[in-house]
């Protein structure tokens, strides 16, 4: 079978571990089919390189786990063209994780809930950042614009964004270093009125989301918490003044996951200036960078 598995935008400002949004483009696309052997192979076909071990790799993970609970008598090969970049914040160890997640479930007839396969996909995240956070495998899973309710039982909710509702993201030639890496710069404990500023922001992106109002969904991106602090950490190259560009287009801004790629949330007859600014913006700083003009999208599917 032949899978796509979408990029993903993890927190979109004020929803750390908790929003996330499925990108039309860019996409991995993934072969995978049975071994007779119980074994898990990977290959590189195209695109980025990614470990080959399938114990250290996200979606080769997934498939030995998979195999295992399910005490499956064959295996799988997954051949990949890894279009997302690894470390960029666009969900790429997720976008494997979940397309494996999704593959083996289908070629042995396991008849798992998408939630079931968020929490299989989730451990591939374990084994790239150090945490199985699972907003960017939901938001795989699931396409769309998701919300991980709560973690401890699993519950996620997946809301469709307005049709209007377009994406500009901007990933910079710079190398941020580890999930793992962002995650400790975070503040342990914030005050209260960060968590009210937050809680604020958070509910009105989320109630645009459900009412189709991109305003209410620009305007609630802003977050006081985790990208001030990845910021300071020195992981968001020019974080203040791509905010500050976003503002004068009338796009929200924020850190796509854990950096360095930025997602703009704008209206879509509005992407491309916005876009040609971006670039302009951060040639001028000295970065190359890839621009996708994009939008929410489906989750993993077969084509
Ligand atoms: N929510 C996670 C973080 C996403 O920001 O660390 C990582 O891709």
């Known amino acids: 079978?032949?899978?796509?598995?979408?990029?993903?935008?993890?927190?979109?400002?004020?929803?750390?571990?908790?929003?996330?949004?499925?990108?039309?483009?860019?996409?991995?696309?993934?072969?995978?089919?049975?071994l007779p052997e119980r074994a898990v192979e990977l290959e590189i076909v195209g695109g980025y390189q990614v470990p080959l071990k399938p114990e250290e790799n996200t979606g080769g993970y997934v498939a030995l786990e998979m195999i295992r609970d399910f005490d499956i008598g064959g295996g799988v090969k997954f051949r990949i063209w890894k279009?997302?970049?690894?470390?960029s914040g666009l969900g790429s160890s997720a976008a494997t994780a979940a397309a494996a997640a999704y593959a083996v479930n289908k070629l042995y007839g396991l008849g798992l809930s998408a939630t079931e396969l968020v929490e299989y996909a989730a451990r591939g995240e374990l084994v790239s950042a150090g945490a199985a956070h699972v907003d960017n495998v939901a938001s795989a899973i699931y396409g769309g614009f998701i919300i991980i309710s709560s973690r401890?039982?699993?519950?996620?909710?997946?809301?469709?964004?307005?049709?209007?509702?377009?994406?500009?993201?901007v990933l910079p030639n710079v190398e941020k270093g580890s999930t793992r890496r962002a995650r400790e710069v975070l503040p342990s404990s914030i005050p209260l009125h960060h968590l009210v500023h937050n809680v604020g922001a958070a509910s009105t992106l989320a109630a645009g989301m459900a009412l189709g109002d991109p305003e209410m969904i620009k305007w609630g991106m802003?977050?006081?918490?985790?990208?001030?602090?990845?910021?300071?950490?020195?992981?968001?190259?020019?974080?203040?003044?791509?905010?500050a560009l976003g503002e004068r287009f009338g796009a929200g801004v924020a850190v796509s996951g854990a950096g360095p790629a930025i997602i703009a949330l704008i209206e879509r007859e509005k992407r491309s200036e916005l876009a040609v600014a971006l670039k302009e913006f951060y040639r001028s700083r000295g970065y190359e960078c890839v621009v996708y003009v994009t939008e929410p999208g489906p989750g993993v599917s077969e084509f």
Do not use: Q
């Open 1 to 34: 079978m032949r899978v796509r598995s979408p990029a993903t935008s993890a927190n979109l400002g004020s929803g750390f571990d908790v929003f996330g949004m499925a990108l039309r483009e860019p996409y991995d696309l993934i072969e995978a089919e049975r």
């Open 83 to 87: 279009n997302i970049k690894p470390g």
């Open 152 to 169: 401890n039982p699993l519950k996620i909710y997946s809301i469709r964004p307005p049709s209007g509702l377009g994406a500009v993201v």
């Open 222 to 243: 802003r977050d006081v918490v985790v990208e001030p602090a990845r910021s300071s950490a020195g992981i968001i190259p020019e974080y203040d003044g791509v905010k």
